[in-house]
């Protein structure tokens, strides 16, 4: 048996509350708070980038480094069109050589595609275990259509055998060429045509769901009211209101993280839900151009042994709120170093920052760890 031995997740410490972003653009409120589900939106640090995201995410759950045979990294917010993020997170975290170390590419799938492919790697090296993660920062700029459904954070997977929270099971994938999103290189941020998108995910997900019913289904969610619609697909397979509940909680004050969206709801249902021993969780995947897969994973008994609920809840509760001009600086902060070829950080991280980018020199980037 092979799956997710540990999970953990980060976000930024700061946010801009949905009713502060719409009083600014002229719009009632509750049109970002109950029509797409959104009550805070993650705005990433000065010192941050999808690296130090991703290891601030991994570094609690290593706990076995030697062991680590694979990295893979999945984001669609890469640094560099030919090094992997993966290169620079191996070196920050410490792991050791031997060690394969690749990034993967696919919309908001490639973490699940990423997950699979770590679970077969391990089956196949016994007494190995693989580190998987995404880190991603989804940004549209300031007064667009896609400006409510931002956000930035990393997810981190230890994947091993004997899993101690869930077995991964194979899925049913579904992939079409479509334009409902993308991002070419003549383009800093995505071109989105959000209503086909919407009928595209829809599509995937009628074409991979098993018509099966399951208590807790984990849905892609790059807005929080995006499970809602989602379940509503579902008909009478649908899972409960109390259910789509925990789903939500973590998504709806984090906003959209491309690729850890759909891992944000699992950490909502392992956070929220009674005890989950025994029980099979429907996920579904869906990453837009597009390829969408619904796999399910098994919740072992004691799995709550082994995640720190209180740690991830408290993360949430001690951000910090930026009014619009704090979020302004920040994204037209980030928006400037991203086409940096020399750069220093002057250092004004947070005291709990861990990881930090510390320069970027002839195009390479510096990290460190404080």
């Not at 917010?77 to 090094?83: A, H, I, L, N, Y």
């Amino acid at each position: 048996m092979v799956g997710i031995d540990r999970i953990n997740y980060y976000t930024p410490r700061t946010y801009l509350d949905m009713t502060t972003l719409a009083e600014a653009r002229g719009v009632d409120p509750n049109k970002y708070i109950k029509g797409i589900g959104q009550e805070q939106m993650a705005v990433l640090g000065e010192h941050e980038d999808i690296i130090t995201m991703a290891a601030e995410a991994a570094a609690p759950i290593l706990d076995d480094k030697d062991a680590i045979d694979l990295i893979v990294f999945a984001t669609e917010s890469g640094v560099d069109f030919s090094k992997a993020a993966s290169i620079y997170l191996q070196h920050l975290l410490e792991i050791p050589n031997p060690v394969r170390a690749i990034e993967m590419k696919q919309a908001c799938y490639a973490l699940t595609s990423g997950l699979h492919l770590a679970t077969d790697f391990v089956k196949s090296h016994p007494g190995k275990k693989a580190l998987v993660v995404s880190s991603d920062i989804a940004w549209y700029g300031f007064e667009t259509a896609g400006e409510v459904t931002q956000g930035a954070g990393a997810i981190a997977i230890i994947v091993a055998e004997n899993p101690r929270i869930a077995r991964v099971n194979s899925g049913v994938p579904y992939t079409e060429d479509v334009p409902d999103f993308y991002r070419p290189n003549t383009s800093d941020v995505p071109i989105v045509d959000g209503k086909f998108s919407i009928d595209c995910y829809n599509k995937a997900l009628i074409e991979t769901f098993p018509k099966h019913t399951y208590k807790y289904v984990g849905f892609h969610m790059p807005f929080a009211k995006m499970a809602d619609k989602a379940n509503r697909i579902l008909e009478e397979f649908a899972i409960s209101d109390d259910a789509l509940t925990c789903v939500k909680s973590y998504s709806k004050t984090i906003g959209n993280i491309y690729n850890g969206s759909l891992y944000l709801a699992l950490i909502g249902i392992l956070t929220h839900a009674d005890d989950l021993s025994g029980e099979t969780i429907g996920m579904f995947s869906y990453g837009s151009g597009s390829i969408g897969e619904f796999f399910t994973l098994d919740i072992v008994e004691g799995y709550d042994n082994y995640m720190d609920t209180d740690a991830w809840q408290t993360h949430l509760t001690s951000r910090h709120a930026l009014d619009m001009k704090g979020y302004e600086q920040a994204m037209n902060a980030f928006m400037a170093r991203e086409k940096m070829h020399d750069y220093a950080y002057q250092d004004r991280a947070p005291e709990q920052a861990t990881y930090v980018l510390s320069a970027i020199r002839n195009g390479h980037r510096e990290y460190q760890k404080r």
